[in-house]
């Protein structure tokens, strides 16, 4: 079966990628055209390329973005809660669709402002994160591709000790793992 | 010999009266001289006289050293707070006897070091020798030596061990970056444990002070790992999915407790040094963490917030036999008791600060002892001694860890500088 199919899908990539490489070669190709062609890189159009690897990338490359640059936000929480407000599942909802086209894997984590001690804020933040997951997951996200963190108080996104810059603290934030 | 007996039996007879004296010497506003109610006797401390600390040979280098051999047993003394400290031509009033401590530094035949030095502890006026020690020390080992000789005369003292050798170890950093440090506890010899440019917290000494255990995200994720203190080399001991933290190591070494969520709420378990699960202790749908042994190694205290709230509770080995500890206070946490079995110390938070609170394990005689001046106030350690409490503090801008005296109510730095220090721990 996989002996039937692997050569053929290899013929196929390989297809692919030449047509790709003289797409872009002749694109590229000196001057007739030009609106601006600001750097000129001689173009190798020698490579052989066996290689299909680099063909796919069709949507934005998650694996190597911050979340927050395809549209994840974070989500806030009330003192000492850990519970999801309307709001926050506003944003799970739309983080929900996102991560459930780009597969990919995320931590997810748990932050408290500095009041309290550095011990039980580990543990909110830590639910906070699960609260979070949770609800993406129940939204249909793979759990598998969520992970889980609490960083407590000790990174703080603000660094004032009044209520504004709390509130900013006490959040899951979502980034690469 | 036989005076040197009398004296100390009657400083131990001293020494027995001091539990009752907190109350007392708050009254008193921190004077050492105290009336005890029902005899108005009056007393508490020794007296101590530093006398002449002489270079007999050996030049500049056995000069110096005299000196600062001087000043450290002198502060090491005044620090345990046992005795009034004070120098030559000091002249007790207060006490029918007191003591002088003298000393000597021979350099050798050449070079400067080792030093030969001899420790006397007299006592005075009539100078009858109560106890001498000859040492050798090497460059570095001064201060121990100093320490070593003061720890002597606290036992001659009071009959226990001092605290002059121990040390507080505590996490320092900010941001992405805190790291593993261990000060002497008179805030000399500082160092740096670990450089791994992540988060390590919440350090634990072995009972033997030759590991400390600690968490850290060195792994990506959180998990629970030892660090030999005297070659400085890491091992993970445990790194289960979700929360490793606040581990404690047991009164014989033997196991570590540790609250670990493994996916799901944090529970207290108890481990082997190794990292293997020998017993999960609690089960409930609500966060347990801070487990700290009891003196005696059968019992356990920690938090609980499953009635709504974060509440201390004590607990048996074998996860039985739970009990509320705190009714007071809306927000308990980090949960520690004395070495001697007779405070417990923990933190309170009142609105926005969290503030040290001392009190007898039964509930009794709770006060909290840092007032609004001391803004957030967090992870009480006790010294082996019972009677100090090391904690961190953000007082005066970053936090930084501070050391109380139960028993006369007064407070002093122990780290200093700008970047924050948090979650301290004395070794025993």
């Not at chain 2, 487990?291 to 201390?312: I, K, M, Y």
């Amino acid at each position: 079966m996989r002996n039937a199919t692997t050569p053929r899908l290899a013929v196929v990539l390989v297809l692919v990628a030449l047509a790709l490489v003289a797409f872009t070669g002749c694109s590229k190709k000196p001057p007739v055209v030009t609106e601006t062609a600001p750097v000129e890189q001689p173009v190798e159009v020698v490579k052989p390329a066996p290689k299909p690897e680099p063909v796919v990338p069709k949507g934005p490359d998650y694996a190597n973005l911050d979340p927050s640059q395809y549209g994840i936000e974070d989500v806030f929480y009330g003192y000492d809660k850990y519970d999801l407000d309307d709001a926050a599942m506003g944003v799970l909802t739309t983080n929900a669709r996102i991560l459930k086209e780009a597969g990919v894997t995320l931590m997810v984590a748990g932050h408290c402002d500095e009041r309290g001690t550095i011990e039980y804020n580990l543990a909110l933040g830590e639910k906070r994160a699960k609260s979070a997951r949770d609800y993406l997951v129940s939204l249909g996200v793979p759990a598998g591709n969520l992970r889980v963190t609490s960083y407590g108080e000790s990174r703080p996104f603000a660094t004032g000790h009044g209520e504004a810059d709390w509130a900013q603290n006490r959040r899951a934030h979502f980034e690469r793992p | 010999m036989t005076l040197a007996f009398a004296l100390r039996t009657a400083a131990r007879a001293l020494v027995l009266l001091l539990p009752l004296l907190p109350a007392v010497a708050q009254a008193q506003g921190g004077r050492t001289e105290v009336n005890i109610q029902h005899t108005q006797q009056a007393v508490l401390k020794t007296d101590a006289r530093m006398g002449d600390f002489r270079a007999l040979t050996g030049g500049r280098t056995a000069q110096e050293t005299a000196a600062k051999l001087r000043q450290i047993v002198g502060n090491d003394l005044l620090l345990s707070g046992l005795f009034n400290v004070g120098g030559p031509g000091y002249k007790p009033e207060t006490l029918p006897f007191s003591w002088a401590i003298e000393g000597t530094v021979e350099g050798p035949a050449s070079g400067d070091w080792p030093l030969t030095v001899n420790l006397n502890l007299l006592t005075w006026p009539d100078r009858q020798l109560v106890l001498t020690k000859r040492y050798r020390p090497a460059e570095d080992q001064v201060r121990t030596t100093a320490h070593h000789f003061a720890n002597e005369v606290v036992r001659m003292a009071v009959g226990s061990e001092g605290i002059a050798l121990t040390r507080v170890a505590f996490s320092r950093g900010q941001g992405n970056r805190r790291d593993i440090y261990v000060v002497d506890y008179d805030g000399e010899g500082l160092i740096r444990l670990t450089a791994n440019r992540t988060l390590n917290l919440c350090p634990d000494w072995s009972p033997d002070g030759e590991k400390i255990a600690f968490t850290s995200y060195r792994g990506g994720q959180q998990g629970l790992y030892a660090l030999e203190t005297a070659t400085g080399q890491v091992r993970q001991l445990i790194a289960q999915d979700g929360l490793n933290l606040g581990a404690d190591w047991s009164p014989d070494g033997r196991e570590l407790l540790i609250s670990l969520s493994r996916g799901g709420d944090p529970e207290i378990y108890r481990i082997t040094p190794e990292g293997q699960i020998i017993k999960r202790l609690t089960v409930s749908p609500a966060i347990e963490i801070s487990p700290s042994w009891a003196p005696n190694g059968r019992e356990l205290v920690f938090t609980s917030d499953s009635s709504g709230t974060p509440q201390l509770y004590m607990l048996d080995k074998e996860g039985a036999g739970k009990r509320r500890l705190t009714f007071e206070g809306k927000y308990n946490d980090s949960a520690t008791l004395s070495p001697n079995g007779e405070w417990v110390a923990y933190a309170t938070r009142e609105d926005v600060v969290t503030q040290i609170v001392v009190m007898r394990p039964g509930g009794e005689e709770r006060r909290v002892v840092t007032d609004l001046s001391w803004r957030n106030s967090e992870d009480p350690s006790w010294a082996p001694d019972g009677r100090h409490l090391v904690f961190a503090s953000d007082r005066s801008g970053a936090s930084k860890l501070y050391v109380f005296d139960v028993v006369e109510g007064g407070f002093r730095q122990l780290t200093f500088g700008n970047e924050p220090d948090i979650t301290p721990a004395w070794s025993h």
